[in-house]
């Protein structure tokens, strides 16, 4: 059984550039999740999909953000026209979801680490 | 924005000593989760706790909640160097999927 990968682990662009994570995860989850942390605080989260649809988006996802999952299987988050305020961990999580009341677990990936110069 | 806070922010301690930590949260929620997070590394899951409990346990860890107080506590017993990380709580409120984390707690144990 492998977890949630996340590729790149590190990411340096400058300012004004765009950059595409991938997120993969867990092969049986249906719902995958994009959280942001910066640096000394606890994840935020920006997104969520079940299956191919995308459910919840925070205030945080600004217009500069997409996130897709066109197959339901892996996910991509872009950010367009990076600012030094995007420089964060961004974390993907995957779960099964829902069983009846009772919320299943979410499985994080790694991460991948943003600089914006 | 964050849900709550951790108490404390930081807690130092010797191996073999206990570790309290302390989330406090905002709102009624589905279940409270304990995350614990090395670092520049993704979160581990360590434990949930429902609405509906009071107490749980799991190996060397213990988890509290009062929903009263809006509060819950996680006890590592007999703690060892490798524990050093920091712990986030995150809640879920009743009706959304998404994690609320809280600020955290960086736990250093000492050899």
């Known amino acids: 059984d492998t977890g949630v990968s996340q590729d790149p682990r590190h990411k340096i662009t400058k300012r004004g550039q765009n950059v595409t994570f991938r997120c993969d995860p867990i092969s049986e989850h249906n719902r995958l999740y994009w959280y942001r942390q910066t640096l000394g605080q606890g994840p935020e989260f920006l997104t969520y999909?079940?299956?191919?649809?995308?459910?919840?988006k925070s205030r945080l996802l600004s217009d500069r953000f997409s996130a897709e999952r066109p197959k339901g299987s892996f996910s991509t988050l872009e950010i367009q026209r990076t600012e030094q305020g995007d420089s964060a961990m961004y974390l993907c999580?995957?779960?099964?979801?829902?069983?009846?009341?009772?919320?299943?677990?979410?499985?994080f990936g790694p991460g991948t680490r943003l600089l914006v110069l | 924005s964050q849900q709550g806070e951790e108490d404390p922010q930081a807690l130092s301690i010797q191996e073999g000593e206990n570790a309290t930590m302390n989330c406090s949260y905002k709102t009624s929620i589905n279940n409270l989760q304990w995350y614990r997070q090395n670092s520049g590394r993704g979160l581990v899951h360590l434990i949930l706790?429902?609405?509906?409990?009071r107490e749980k346990h799991s190996g060397r860890l213990r988890v509290t909640l009062d929903t009263s107080k809006k509060s819950s506590s996680l006890l590592i017993t007999a703690s060892r160097a490798a524990d050093t990380a920091s712990y986030f709580c995150a809640t879920v409120r009743e009706g959304t999927d998404k994690l609320i984390f809280g600020t955290g707690t960086r736990l250093q144990v000492f050899p």
């Open positions: 706790i429902r609405s509906n409990e």
């Open positions: 999909f079940q299956n191919e649809a995308q459910l919840e």
């Open positions: 999580a995957s779960s099964r979801g829902w069983t009846g009341r009772n919320q299943e677990t979410q499985y």
